[in-house]
């Protein structure tokens, strides 16, 4: 089992519409929970992160934490062909290393 | 406030060559981490440091492999004797420990190596 498993796609969606991304992790001791995205030859940007169990909102984004489940998501509301990317989750313990998924790759067409 | 920068961003080397990279963090973050990305993956852990000390490194990480941030401020990674599997981006990121959003790793655009 991957530490950190995501859907590699590609999730496609049409502009406007809301995309649902989703990632599990292995280890209950997790305590960080980030979703980056990355451009086709570019490197991770930050675009999120979530500690405790519910909902963070920020923008047209939301990511959900049920440690519970273990299970970390991300929506994009309002979809912009400009969100066309991979997403990547990565969940860390600490100050340290983050573990990364493999990344989800999304589609938003006009 | 700039971000993270590495030099350089695009390296060709030919097999059994050393290479030597370089990361400058934000300047007022105290750790530093490397990574390693082959298409189609996700960033995979190779080392950090809390300035000079050297936390952790990974087990996948070769002999051949080397990283130093001798000051606490930038950090070199080397790696000696390369191969064509050495092939990669090459990834760093750094965070400030101690606040309360210091959990957070912001990248640098990144040090795309090929070995031939």
């Known amino acids: 089992q991957k530490e950190v498993e995501q859907n590699s796609g590609p999730l496609s969606v049409p502009e406007g519409a809301i995309a649902s991304l989703n990632c599990t992790y292995s280890?209950?001791?997790?305590?960080?929970f980030f979703w980056y995205r990355q451009y086709s030859g570019k490197s991770p940007e930050l675009i999120m992160s979530?500690?405790?169990?519910g909902d963070k909102e920020d923008g047209r984004f939301t990511a959900q934490l049920n440690k519970a489940s273990q299970y970390v998501s991300l929506l994009i509301r309002d979809s912009q062909p400009s969100d066309s990317a991979t997403y990547l989750c990565?969940?860390?313990?600490?100050?340290?290393?983050?573990?990364f998924g493999q990344g989800t790759i999304l589609t938003v067409h006009p | 406030d700039t971000g993270v920068s590495q030099d350089p961003r695009h390296k060709i080397t030919k097999r059994g060559q050393n290479v030597t990279f370089r990361c400058d963090p934000i300047?007022?973050?105290?750790?530093l981490y490397w990574y390693r990305q082959t298409l189609g993956q996700g960033p995979e852990f190779l080392t950090y440091?809390?300035?000079?000390?050297?936390?952790?490194k990974s087990r996948l990480l070769s002999d051949r492999f080397s990283a130093e941030r001798p000051k606490g401020s930038f950090s070199t990674l080397e790696i000696q004797r390369t191969e064509q599997g050495d092939s990669a981006m090459y990834l760093c990121?750094?965070?400030?420990?101690?606040?309360?959003?210091?959990?957070?790793?912001?990248f640098g655009p990144g040090t795309r190596l090929t070995v031939t």
């Open positions: 990121a750094s965070s400030l420990a101690g606040q309360p959003s210091s959990y957070e790793q912001y």
């Open positions: 280890d209950r001791g997790s305590q960080s």
């Open positions: 979530i500690y405790s169990n």
């Open positions: 990565a969940v860390g313990k600490g100050y340290g290393k983050l573990t």
């Open positions: 300047s007022e973050h105290n750790r």
């Open positions: 440091f809390q300035n000079e000390a050297q936390l952790e």
